[in-house]
Nanobody, 120 residues
Framework: QVQLVESGGGLVRPGGSLRLSCAAS????????MGWFRQAPGNEREFVAA????????RYTDSVKGRFTIARDNAKNTVYLQMNSLKPEDTAVYYC?????????????WGQGTQVTVSS
């Protein structure tokens, strides 16, 4: 079955950076838009960023524009989320997702999530 495995989460101070990775297996990776979502305690899961199957287009939620960058390497079946200038409100479990559409993202597959905590 399809597997999406996230890594790279952790504890970071405000203003710091983290890079999340999501490795896909048993998926025709280059046929899917890939994205990142996050869920903070007590909140609904929300969209963060998405990238078209070719990497030619990206989309971000307003709160991360200019700070986060999504990228993909189709040869490695991996999608990345570079997160800079992190804020405490970025604290959440971050989930990787694969979708047949980019706008909107309608994930067919989800990863298990990786915790990101931004705190001094």
């Amino acid at each position: 079955q399809v597997q999406l495995v996230e890594s790279g989460g952790g504890l970071v101070r405000p203003g710091g950076s983290l890079r999340l990775s999501c490795a896909a297996s048993r998926l025709t990776f280059s046929a899917y838009a890939m994205g990142w979502f996050r869920q903070a305690p007590g909140n609904e899961r929300e969209f963060v960023a998405a990238i078209f199957w070719s990497g030619a287009m990206t989309r971000y939620t307003d709160s991360v524009k200019g700070r986060f960058t999504i990228a993909r390497d189709n040869a490695k079946n991996t999608v990345y989320l570079q997160m800079n200038s992190l804020k405490p409100e970025d604290t959440a479990v971050y989930y990787c997702a694969a979708s047949n559409t980019m706008t909107p993202m309608q994930p067919s597959y989800w990863g298990q999530g990786t915790q990101v905590t931004v705190s001094s």
